[in-house]
């Protein structure tokens, strides 16, 4: 079936570094959406995108989706101890493919 | 948001005992609820997609006698770990989504199981 690959699996940073998470689909997507899962948490949501070249954000948060519709990235501005976990991107209209997700750490 | 509680948050038990795990939709109505097994660092892997009235709908390798669902209710989908084994430890979550397409899914808080 479908599937999302997203990288990298692990990201270590400095606090006030930026980070980036991408996930690939070999097919076309309807939608994508991303969720932050904090250790030892349950999945949060974050934002879904739909349209093609979609780009949204939240304060330092940006997500984007490709012309393509296969690919997304979430990227994070000048990191804070609060976004450590790890940041999963899924697909689906109710039951979700998760990809494998990265893990974030930071360095204070 | 819409609130999903999950329940118990963390269960111990011995090999070959039964736990049931509760997944209650708040303050909406779920003819859907979605089940997922996440092992340590590791994704989230879909188990069964539980639907009120009707059976349940299991992914590909999951046995259906060995994880029972019921979603006798439009707010409650239990999940039954029979026989349970230790390669059954996970941390096992459940979802509803609101009943409307493409919008995001409400996790429960998810329950840690270890079987001894």
């Known amino acids: 079936g479908q599937q999302v690959m997203q990288i990298p699996q692990y990201q270590h940073v400095q606090e006030g570094e930026d980070f980036t998470t991408y996930c690939n689909s070999s097919t076309t997507l309807s939608n994508i959406q991303w969720y932050k899962q904090r250790p030892g948490g349950h999945p949060v949501f974050l934002i879904q995108?739909?349209?093609?070249?979609e780009v949204k954000k939240q304060k330092r948060l940006t997500f984007q989706f490709g012309e393509a519709k296969k690919n997304s990235s979430l990227h994070i501005t000048a990191t804070q101890t609060t976004d450590v976990g790890t940041y999963f991107c899924?697909?689906?209209?109710?039951?979700?493919?998760f990809g494998q997700g990265t893990r974030l750490t930071i360095n204070p | 948001g819409a609130v999903v509680s999950q329940h118990p948050s963390r269960v111990i038990c011995k090999s070959g005992t039964s736990v049931k795990i509760e997944c209650r939709s708040l303050?909406?109505?779920?003819?859907?609820m979605f089940w997922y097994r996440q092992f340590p660092k590791q994704s989230l892997m879909l188990m069964a997609t539980?639907?009120?009235?009707?059976?349940?709908?299991?992914e590909q390798g999951v046995e259906k006698d060995k994880f029972l669902i019921n979603h006798a209710s439009l707010t409650l989908s239990t999940l039954t770990v029979t026989s349970a084994h230790p390669e059954d430890s996970s941390f096992y979550i459940c979802s509803a989504d609101g009943g409307q397409l493409n919008t995001e899914a409400f996790f429960g808080q998810g329950t840690r199981l270890t079987v001894v």
């Open positions: 303050d909406f109505q779920a003819t859907t």
């Open positions: 899924a697909f689906g209209a109710q039951k979700l493919v």
């Open positions: 539980s639907n009120e009235g009707s059976k349940a709908t299991y």
């Open positions: 995108l739909v349209k093609s070249g």
